[in-house]
């Protein structure tokens, strides 16, 4: 195996043992179905040392242009600017569309956290893609239905067979070890007022469809120490976790609709 790929296969350990890694993205719909995409990219300096080592001098900011493609047909570049601090690196980039029924949101990280060339990355491990997709109806109100990525769910939770006490505290302090200050999430803001919808987390006109602090969920002993007692979740004992922990939100509605008006 070449030097560069071998070494492309711990990446993703690098970017979560390096302690920094947030990706953001919100979805803002107006009430005629066009919009825009806000997503926002930082990591911390040990990732962008590797991305200078195996991004054989790419054009970042070409590749950044070219991910409107990834987000659906009709998704146009607008801009993008640096991220620039004394320990992140990053980007913020907008995208547009005239409808958000041709969207689609990929919730794989790795598609905005890229290191080495087009060939390593193809020779590589990749994550699964996961995507949001949407139906819109312009009205009064306007109707939004967010698809969630389907998978199957257990009815009844499974749980693990118990291990000693002293190889779960090591798998613990593994975790601890890999996550860091991980943050990433998917946020829906619709224009106006809100006037129904079903959605699990929503404050004014902002939905949440995924939101995860890994930093205030190692804070939480409990947390890592219970969901890892389930080879198999079930949809009430998922909400019941996410009730008591309150660092990490993820939408388990398949479909979540927002009925909204100027």
Same mark, same amino acid.
């Given at each position: 195996m070449h030097l560069r790929s071998f070494c492309l296969m711990f990446l993703p350990l690098a970017f979560l043992a390096s302690g920094c890694l947030q990706v953001h993205t919100v979805v803002k719909v107006?009430?005629?179905g066009s919009g825009t995409i806000e997503e926002t990219v930082t990591y911390g300096? /040990?990732?962008?040392?590797l991305k200078e080592v195996f991004d054989e001098k790419e054009d970042e900011w070409s590749e950044v242009r070219d991910r409107s493609r990834s987000y659906g047909e009709g998704v146009t570049f607008v801009s993008s600017s640096r991220i620039r601090s004394r320990d992140s690196r990053g980007h913020r980039a907008i995208f547009a569309f005239t409808d958000i029924n041709t969207v689609r949101l990929n919730q794989n990280p790795d598609r905005v956290v890229s290191t080495g060339s087009?060939?390593?990355?193809s020779e590589g491990p990749k994550m699964?893609?996961?995507?949001?997709?949407?139906?819109? /109806?312009?009205?009064?109100p306007s109707r939004l239905t967010i698809l969630m990525p389907q998978e199957k769910r257990a009815e009844v939770s499974v749980k693990k067979e118990r291990k000693s006490r002293s190889r779960d505290d090591e798998g613990l302090?593994?975790?601890?070890w890999l996550v860091g200050d991980l943050e990433l999430s998917t946020t829906v803001e619709v224009e106006g007022r809100v006037m129904e919808s079903n959605a699990s987390f929503?404050?004014? /006109?902002v939905i949440t469809l995924f939101a995860i602090n890994l930093d205030d969920l190692l804070d939480s002993e409990g947390f890592l120490q219970e969901a890892s007692e389930y080879e198999e979740i079930s949809l009430s004992d998922a909400k019941r976790l996410m009730k008591?922990?309150?660092g990490i939100k993820v939408e388990l509605n398949r479909e979540v609709s927002v009925s909204f008006r100027k």
């Open positions: 107006n009430t005629d300096k /040990s990732i962008a040392i087009k060939k390593t990355r699964k893609d996961e995507y949001v997709t949407f139906r819109f /109806s312009k009205g009064q302090d593994l975790a601890r929503r404050k004014g /006109s008591k922990y309150p």
